[in-house]
């Protein structure tokens, strides 16, 4: 190896190491422009006033890839349980309209659901959920659908994170 070539290489090691270590995170929050646009549908699907962060932690529950994300929640009492399902349907159908559903983030359960949609490098997480309030009387050897609570029983969760993906290819 001639003299000049190491040095080189070394140089090359060094400079790979260091803009290696300035990559960004993995995920970028939308505009606030984007995110209140995103906060508007999520308040007309629900029927509820919402709460938005525009740069909140975020972590990919797939990847584990972190960053931030537009944050939209609204949570309170007052909704049946069937409200609350007809209220995350709505949900999902706003941005079902011009989003792409990402069926590898979709869960269900008694007392909730979650999923994603992609829209170009935009990812957006949502999850709904509900549970009684302390004080029902729900049976513990039943399952929670059994349990007859009224709307103002019913304490509702609903959370949308958007973030821009930076590994993704926009379309």
């Known amino acids: 190896m001639k003299k000049g070539s190491l040095f080189r290489l070394v140089s090359l090691g060094v400079l790979v190491g260091v803009l290696g270590g300035c990559a960004g995170p993995r995920f970028t929050p939308l505009t606030a422009d984007n995110c209140r646009v995103r906060a508007e549908l999520v308040s007309a699907a629900l029927g509820v006033e919402v709460a938005v962060v525009t740069d909140a932690p975020f972590t990919d529950p797939l990847s584990g890839d972190s960053g931030s994300a537009c944050q939209i929640t609204a949570e309170g009492s ?3 349980v069937a409200q609350f399902w007809a209220a995350a349907q709505q949900l999902q159908e706003k941005f079902d309209f011009d989003w792409d559903p ?3 983030y979709a869960a269900s359960g008694p007392t909730g659901a979650s999923g994603a949609f992609r829209k170009w490098n935009a990812l957006c997480l949502w ?3 509900w549970q009684p309030v302390p004080q ?3 049976p513990a050897d039943q399952p929670i659908t059994v349990c007859e609570l009224t709307p103002e029983q019913v304490l509702y969760h609903f959370l949308v994170q958007c973030a821009l993906d930076q590994n993704a290819q926009g379309e």
Do not use: H, K, V
């Open 136 to 138: 029902a009387e729900c």
């Open 102 to 104: 990402d069926p590898a």
């Open 78 to 80: 007052g909704l049946s």
């Open 127 to 129: 999850e709904a959920s």
